[in-house]
């Protein structure tokens, strides 16, 4: 049985219909409005022909002389028109683009109740003029006089039940009510408005050439490292040492070891950056003073006064509207600037300049700071130099994503702390899992020991950190002194020095011994300021879970550099605003003393420079290892412990028990000379002999105290 054809409708394609944006829409209708404006004025110059008589005299039989104020009403709605459709571009271009349903719904809106107001103006305007002129007749109306026909019938209307004044009166009030429905705002707003419009164009043009208006470049690019005599010479600065040790056989590496400054920054046209900075704000409504400019190395900063009952938080907002005006990468606001009662809006140069370390070292600024501490961080956004004590810190966190300077910013501590101090002022322990970043600084007499590459003995170095604080808070109390500083005042005393510890990549720690490294962080942030031990962490993968609740509460200085996300700028800082920043060591610098993080531009140190340092100080002196340092007990998750050792260690526990009684004391480097094992059979060797009871537990340096007087008395007491 054949089956039957199904027939279908071929479905109607809806018919095309014509779509712009609102703001397009708009230009149409102001263009339409500026045409028929000049016709009516050619019109009434009698220079368009028979048509314009004819327009010239409807117009005049409707409205009456309200002619003459036509055009003038139609080139300001024109004008209205165009401003607000540049307002709506630039809305869609910042914020994207969105339905054009929604864009033509809200056209239509706006054309019918500008049309409904300005009918209703002209109506109320005629009726005003009739008012104004009367006595007058239907005749006169009809050609053209007074307030024409419809002014006329309004007039016939009113005039019998009011008197003149209270008529007049009466319609100025809907003359000002058709204004709002033509404009869609309030008398306020259109005020407002006006005056912004005004001093945009006008009052922002003459503040930016006003003398108040101050562009000020701090940055000493030229003219720091040396100085010019009359004749143009350059006249070299002394090259001895910036510092004098109190170890008398000690020398301070040279400034001419450093490279020095050879850019300057660029910041474009500042005062057309700032006029175009006004006029964005007046676009939206916000009246600002632009009070002046700050050029930085990275940026320049426009300050300005926001008007007064505005919230900050609609001014900060704005920020991609800027970046869109000023054809800019990144726009940061600030608002308001701390202890300022201004908005700063920082805009990237068009050429950053790099910031030295010898032009730093060099200056004023910093010859003045006492502190044995300090180490330099950059310039700010007014290119004023910062640097910080870390003694008052007492750690630093420093983190930011792949290649944003964090390795840069470890090198500048540690040179800030090289030519401060002598290796009897200062011990280092650095960290580097990674092998490669510190490796320049390998065999300084500064160090504690070889730079750690190992988790495992990077926990041994922390645990070491904790029995030294302890000791060294012993010290303090039998002295009754509350600080290093105090205590090294002593005479007759062994000095205490400095100990910075410095991890260089934090993450593979805490996936490694996580538990175990946090709870030393943490019990070395609490209590080891006041004995002179320092930490700085350094990491490229902000997260919660490598920067944790415990790490953060027990380092409050922090320094983020640029992040991938906002969310890794509030894991830092938290705060959002790493995520803006330029990277190449742009930074957010957050402490105890300031409000709000500080914006900083790092300084470059490159890779010849450490290595002309640090060759220079070997040059010096041989460094002096501390063995206990990485010789502690130490138990991780998958990683031998003291109660699980190879048989072979075994075999050697009751030789090296035989090596420390005879010499009445024990250590690592005494079984590596006697047995001559490796350092970590070594130190394993130890930890067998304090589980067996022949030595006593790790006493910081010190040798460890020896239990028993022979081998014999552990016969059978050692083995389980």
């Not at 409707?62 to 004008?79: E, K, N, R």
């Not at 305007?125 to 007058?136: D, E, R």
């Not at 501490?373 to 640097?387: C, H, K």
């Not at 904790?466 to 012993?474: D, G, N």
């Amino acid at each position: 049985m054949a089956k039957k054809r199904k027939y279908t409708r071929k479905k109607q394609e809806p018919a095309k219909k014509l779509q712009l944006s609102a703001g397009a829409s708009r230009e149409i209708i102001a263009i339409l409005l500026i045409m028929v404006a000049v016709f009516i004025v050619l019109a009434i110059f009698n220079v368009t022909g028979q048509l314009g008589s004819w327009v010239l005299a409807g117009c005049r039989f409707i409205i009456g002389q309200s002619i003459y104020l036509l055009p003038v009403a139609l080139l300001i709605s024109a004008y209205l028109l165009f401003r607000t459709s540049s307002k709506s571009e630039t809305n869609e271009k910042a914020k994207g683009k969105s339905k054009v349903t929604e864009d033509v719904s809200e056209n239509r809106g706006y054309k019918y109740n500008h049309f409904l107001g300005t009918v209703t103006f002209f109506v109320f305007l005629s009726a005003t003029l009739q008012f104004i002129m009367a006595p007058a007749s239907v005749d006169i109306a009809q050609i053209g006089s007074y307030g024409g026909i419809v002014g006329y019938a309004l007039y016939a209307v009113m005039s019998p039940i009011l008197t003149k004044p209270v008529a007049i009166f009466i319609l100025v009030m809907l003359m000002l009510m058709s204004l709002v429905i033509a404009t869609n705002a309030g008398l306020r707003e259109l005020f407002s408005r006006f005056k912004n419009n005004k001093r945009s164009e006008d009052d922002n043009e003459e503040a930016v050439k006003d003398s108040k208006f101050e562009i000020k470049t701090r940055l000493p690019f030229k003219g720091t490292i040396g100085a010019e005599n009359k004749e143009g010479e350059v006249l070299e600065k002394s090259s001895e040492p910036i510092m004098y040790s109190q170890d008398k056989d000690w020398k301070y590496p040279s400034i001419d070891l450093l490279e020095a400054t050879s850019t300057q920054p660029d910041p474009g046209d500042p005062k057309a950056n700032a006029k175009i900075i006004g006029d964005t704000f007046a676009d939206f409504g916000y009246n600002v003073k632009m009070d002046g400019v700050d050029v930085g190395p990275t940026v320049a900063q426009y300050t300005l006064k926001p008007p007064t009952g505005v919230n900050l938080s609609k001014i900060a907002a704005l920020d991609r509207n800027l970046a869109l005006a000023l054809e800019a990468t990144q726009i940061r606001i600030e608002a308001p600037i701390p202890g300022k009662s201004l908005v700063g809006i920082e805009v990237p140069n068009k050429k950053g300049a790099i910031v030295r370390v010898k032009d730093i070292f060099q200056s004023k600024e910093y010859e003045d700071k006492k502190s044995k501490l300090t180490f330099v961080l950059g310039r700010d956004v007014a290119g004023d130099i910062v640097s910080y004590d870390l003694a008052k810190a007492p750690h630093l966190l420093v983190a930011g994503a792949t290649g944003t300077g964090k390795s840069v910013m470890i090198n500048t501590l540690l040179l800030s702390l090289l030519y401060h101090n002598s290796p009897s002022e200062l011990k280092l322990i650095l960290v580097d899992p990674k092998h490669v970043e510190m490796t320049l600084y390998n065999d300084i007499p500064h160090l504690l020991t070889p730079v750690i590459t190992d988790s495992e003995k990077t926990v041994s170095a922390l645990k070491w950190s904790v029995a030294e604080m302890e000791r060294r808070l012993k010290l303090l109390s039998e002295y009754g002194k509350r600080d290093i500083g105090e205590y090294n005042q002593l005479k007759d005393v062994d000095m205490m020095p400095y100990i910075v510890i410095i991890i260089d990549e934090l993450f593979d720690l805490m996936m490694q011994a996580g538990k175990d490294v946090e709870s030393l962080i943490q019990r070395i942030s609490q209590m080891a300021r006041a004995v002179g031990i320092h930490l700085v962490l350094a990491t490229q993968r902000p997260s919660v879970n490598v920067i944790t609740g415990t790490i953060k509460a027990n380092v409050p200085t922090r320094i983020a550099l640029t992040t991938a996300s906002q969310v890794d700028s509030r894991t830092i800082i938290d705060i959002g605003g790493a995520e803006k920043l330029l990277g190449k060591g742009d930074m957010l610098f957050s402490s105890s003393e300031y409000i709000k993080p500080k914006r900083i531009q790092g300084v470059l140190v490159s890779n010849e420079e450490v290595k002309a340092v640090t060759q220079f100080l070997r040059e010096q002196r041989q460094p002096a290892y501390n063995e206990e340092v990485l010789a502690q007990a130490v138990n991780l998750k998958g990683v031998a412990g003291a109660g699980n050792y190879d048989a072979m260690d075994d075999d050697l526990w009751e030789q090296a028990a035989e090596v420390v009684i005879t010499a009445n004391k024990g250590s690592s480097s005494l079984l590596q000379r006697r047995l001559g094992v490796g350092y970590a059979r070594a130190a394993k060797l130890i930890d067998i002999l304090e589980q067996k009871g022949v030595v006593g537990p790790a006493n910081g340096s010190k040798p460890r105290e020896i239990l028993v007087s022979s081998v014999d008395e552990l016969t059978g007491g050692g083995d389980e």
